[in-house]
């Protein structure tokens, strides 16, 4: 597994994204990038954060941020979680996993004593010249999407 840490160059990435559209690291330099992990669009955590989030986005665009939340969901699934919950944010679809393999998110989870591979809940606040500055693992919903602007605001 890759453990991504603070002070580090994070790695590239190319996602497809809601709308038909792209993005990349490289395509966002100087800008901050909030980098989301979610395990599944449309299920009550990963609504709430998304929520979360998109109820700040016009403080982190007013800090020179980009949010991108990244599942392993279809482009399609991802439109339709954000048409139905009036998301705010960039959803980018990580269909092969490579995104996920790269930040170190694919990991071994356990549910009613069934194990089984998944995304970790994670988030990596890069800054504008590509070094991960936060990392967030396990992260609880409540509150994050506060505590990433915080960091934001701090660098």
């Known amino acids: 597994m890759t453990d991504i840490t603070e002070g580090q160059a994070a790695p590239a990435f190319d996602l497809s994204t809601d709308g038909d559209g792209r993005v990349t690291l490289d395509g966002l330099k100087g800008k901050s990038v ?6 599944k669009a449309d299920t009550p955590g990963c609504t709430t954060e998304g929520l979360d989030f ?14 991108i ?8 699934k991802l439109d339709r979680f ?3 919950h ?13 995104v996920c393999e790269a930040y170190g ?8 004593g069934r ?4 995304v ?6 890069i800054d504008g010249a590509g070094v991960v500055r936060r990392v967030w693992r396990s992260v609880k919903v409540k509150g994050h999407a506060e505590q990433v602007l915080d960091a934001l605001h701090s660098l």
């Open 54 to 67: 998109s109820a700040l986005a016009d403080q982190f665009a007013a800090a020179n941020a980009v949010v």
């Open 82 to 84: 954000k048409a139905k």
């Open 115 to 118: 194990e089984y591979m998944g």
């Open 120 to 125: 970790e809940r994670a988030t990596f606040l």
């Open 34 to 39: 909030v980098l989301y992990f979610y395990p």
């Open 69 to 76: 939340g990244v599942s392993r969901d279809a482009v399609k």
């Open 105 to 112: 998110v694919w990991i071994m989870k356990k549910l009613y």
């Open 86 to 98: 009036d998301l705010k944010v960039v959803l980018g679809s990580d269909e092969d996993g490579a």
